[in-house]
Structure formats: structure tokens, C-alpha cells
């Protein structure tokens, strides 16, 4: 089925029928809530968008009627999307320098393209802020800032390589948004900095890392910086240099950033491990978890070149599934447990963006949605044992791109659950 056709057919025919919809057809704001993701009095059903909303934002692309899209998902009952609101593109370049319009180049690869674009596109960053925003202010969507800081094929690479460059560029986007009346109760939060510090593309932090990562080579560099003897401590990664550097990047970046924009709350997503990142100055705890870390082939299954059968690999995968699913149950039973437990211990709220069965996964003969549907329905229900488990997604999958989207029923049952959770 074409997916445009689909979206506009089933969303609208749909909502005729919903008790979201008013006389005139339009999805009101059922939720009502205002405020912070640290003050919100009841749970949020949220949407991992990325940065696929704009760069899918093309003649048809699925993105490419805002407002039909966001009207689709408030019919599917979500309240709230993360999304990147592209800082390294809204701010101006070394030189001071505004561009309004990037070319974003797809290069052909043999491989399914999950989010971003799927071709070569043009995208306007900063004019697609002040139309999107009040869409999803319109369709009772609240708004969680977030970025990857990647390049995404654009030309344009100084800011990358800035030190103070993922700085600079939040403060810019953000007082960008405020002048145009857009920093206000609809953003729930900013996530400064996606999976810190392990998984974005921010050269120089990156840079700086490896620099710190091994503690003999920059004794050797730093010879004024009086460390201990590099054999009497922890060596390779997160080495107490390493730990100390990011950590510290991340609470002044933190601090800094709230000083100028005190009505936001800040974090930095997490994923893996996370015992090692000082989360004392997070409003919120965002750490993504997914079963593919332990089930053998779910991690590679979804980035397969589009050559490769498989048939083989998804049945090793469900066949350990089926077997070992009560103890993975535990595993992840613990894990969320861990995660509420910590953010009470700093008196912060928690969720996920992202989560629960696979990170990666895509439309194929061979492979079906059931096993992201059940993660869901066992991690949203181990969520909802805790009382500041406060925003919660179904799966990394939730745009109009993917299969995942079709099933409206399911998507209300469940959005519904994570909603009227009662504490």
C-alpha cells in the first residue's frame, strides 16, 4: 500500500470515529498538561521522530505533510515526540554566517534506510522550526529538543570541529525558538546531546575523548599535568581522565546553557551502561534499552545490506526468544528497575526516547512487527511499576514510514495504558 495514501486515508477515516475528535474534526490538546517533563502530571505516550521529520520532509516523502502526520499521531494516541531541531544548522557558521538552505546528499548504499532522508533533499531548518512547532502545539504534541549533531551530508563541517561548537549552537537555536515565541510550556525538555558520550557527531568532543583514553600517551602529552603513574590506574576506556573530562563537559555544557534558558529542563540521553556519566545536574533521566543487546543477530538483522536472506537469521532470533524470553523479561525488569531507582535518588523523573525490542529493524518479506509489539507491551508494563517512570515510547519505529505505524488499535490500547497509568 502506498504509505501517503494510507496516512491520509486511515487517519482521516479513522478519526471520524475517535473520541479525540471534535465536531470540526480536529484532534484538541486531551492531555492538558504544561510545563516541564519534571512537572508533568501525568505520564506522556511519546514518538521517537529524530531528524527524519525534516529530512523526509520532500514531495513524497512520509514526512511530507506536516500536519497530516501529527493528525495521524495523535489518533494513535501519542502526546509527545522527541525530535532533532537541527542546532548545528539553525545556528550560524564560524564565520557568523545564517544559511538558510542545506542540500542533504544521499549517497546509494545497499542497505534499508531507517530515518533521515532516503534521497538526496533540500531542507530549511530554521523556517521549518517556526512551521512545525505550532503543529504540534495545534495537535496536542509536546516537544522534546534533541540532536544528534550529525552532518547528514551536508557540506559544512567547521562546526563540528568547533570546541565550544555544540554550545554555541544550542544557545543560538534556543534564543532562535524564544525570539519567535516558540520557547515556551509545549518543550518539554532539551536533550543536549543524543546517547552521551558514546554515539553522536560531535568531532571535537569525540576527539577529545580518544585524547584522555589512553592515560600513557597523554602523560607523555601533558607532562604538567602531574597524573598518576599511568600503571597504578584504570587504563582504556572511561579511564578516570577519560571520565573526568566528559563528565565535566557535559555539567558546565549543562549549567551554561540553563543560565541563559532557566524555563527548560536539560539532560543528555543515555544508552549502555551509564554508572560512569554524572547525572547530578539531568532534570530528567532518558536511558534507551533494547532486548537486541542480548538476543543473538537482533542487533545486526535490521542493517543488513538488502542482498543478504533473512529468513535464517530471524528465525535464530525468534527461536531464542521464545526460549529464553522469561529470563530476558528479568533482564530488562532490572534494568528499568535500576533506572527509577537512581533517578529517585537524585530526584528527577525518568524514561526513554528510545527502546524496546530491536534498535534497528525495517519493512521486509522476511521479517514481521510482533516482536516490537510484544517488547512494548512487557516494557511499558514494567514501566508503569514505577512512579517516575513519566515518559515512555513504544519503539524507535513510531514514524508513518515504517509498518510499525498501521496498526492504530494497537497503537491506542497502548498509548492509552502508558497515559492513565494511576500512582
Not at 552521551?196 to 575523548?209: A, I
Not at 537524585?346 to 509489539?373: A, K, M, Q, S, Y
Not at 515510547?393 to 492504530?408: E, L, M, Q, R
Request: aromatic residues 12%; glycine residues 6%; charged residues 25%.
Amino acid at each position: 500500500m502506498n504509505r501517503r495514501t494510507f496516512i491520509t486515508t486511515a487517519s482521516v477515516g479513522a478519526l471520524a470515529a475517535t473520541p479525540f475528535a471534535n465536531a470540526l474534526g480536529q484532534v484538541p490538546n486531551f492531555q492538558n498538561q504544561s510545563g516541564r517533563i519534571s512537572q508533568l502530571k501525568k505520564n506522556t505516550a511519546n514518538a521517537m521522530w529524530d531528524f527524519s521529520w525534516i529530512l523526509r520532509h520532500h514531495p513524497n516523502g512520509s514526512f511530507e505533510n506536516w500536519e497530516q502526520v501529527l493528525e495521524g499521531l495523535a489518533l494513535r494516541g501519542y502526546d509527545s515526540i522527541r525530535m532533532d531541531c537541527m542546532p548545528q544548522f539553525v545556528a550560524a557558521d564560524t564565520n557568523g554566517r545564517l544559511q538558510e538552505e542545506f542540500l542533504s546528499v544521499r549517497k546509494p548504499r545497499n542497505r534499508p534506510v531507517m530515518w533521515g532522508n532516503d534521497q538526496t533533499m533540500t531542507f530549511r531548518p530554521r523556517e521549518a522550526l517556526l512551521e512545525f512547532l505550532p503543529l504540534c502545539k495545534k495537535y496536542g504534541i509536546k516537544v522534546g529538543l534533541s540532536s544528534w549533531f550529525m552532518r547528514h551530508g551536508v557540506d559544512r563541517t567547521a562546526i563540528f570541529n568547533e570546541e565550544g561548537g555544540l554550545r554555541r549552537a544550542w544557545m543560538e537555536t534556543l534564543a532562535f525558538l524564544e525570539k519567535n515565541g516558540l520557547l515556551d510550556e509545549n518543550v518539554m525538555y532539551v536533550d543536549l546531546l543524543n546517547e552521551y558520550p558514546d554515539w553522536h557527531g560531535y568531532d571535537w568532543l569525540k576527539q577529545e575523548r580518544a585524547k584522555r583514553s589512553d592515560l600513557k600517551q597523554f602523560n607523555a602529552d601533558n607532562p604538567d599535568a602531574h597524573l598518576p603513574d599511568p600503571d597504578m590506574v584504570e587504563t582504556g576506556r572511561n579511564n578516570p581522565v577519560e571520565k573526568e573530562f566528559y563528565n565535566s563537559f557535559i555539567i558546565n555544557l549543562v549549567r551554561d546553557v540553563r543560565k541563559a534558558f532557566p524555563q527548560c529542563d536539560y539532560f543528555a540521553s543515555i544508552s549502555s551502561s551509564y554508572g560512569h556519566v554524572d547525572i547530578s545536574e539531568f532534570d530528567a533521566l532518558d536511558r534507551h534499552i533494547w532486548f537486541n543487546r542480548r538476543i543473538p543477530g537482533a542487533g545486526e538483522i535490521g542493517y543488513h545490506p538488502n542482498d543478504v536472506d533473512l529468513k535464517e537469521e530471524f528465525a535464530i532470533m525468534r527461536k531464542f526468544w521464545e526460549e529464553n524470553r522469561q529470563t530476558e523479561i528479568e533482564w530488562m525488569d532490572q534494568v528499568i528497575t535500576a533506572v527509577a531507582v537512581d533517578a529517585r535518588k537524585h530526584g528527577i523523573v525518568c524514561g526513554n526516547t528510545e527502546g524496546w525490542g530491536t534498535v534497528g529493524w525495517h519493512d521486509h518479506p522476511d521479517l514481521d512487527w510482533r516482536f516490537h509489539r510484544e517488547a512494548a507491551e512487557i516494557c511499558v508494563d514494567l514501566c508503569l511499576k514505577h512512579d517516575n517512570y513519566r515518559f515512555i515510547c513504544t519503539s524507535n519505529f513510531t514514524h508513518p514510514h515504517f509498518g510499525f505505524w498501521d496498526d492504530i488499535k494497537w497503537h491506542q490500547k497502548i498509548t492509552s495504558k502508558i497515559k492513565n497509568a494511576r500512582f
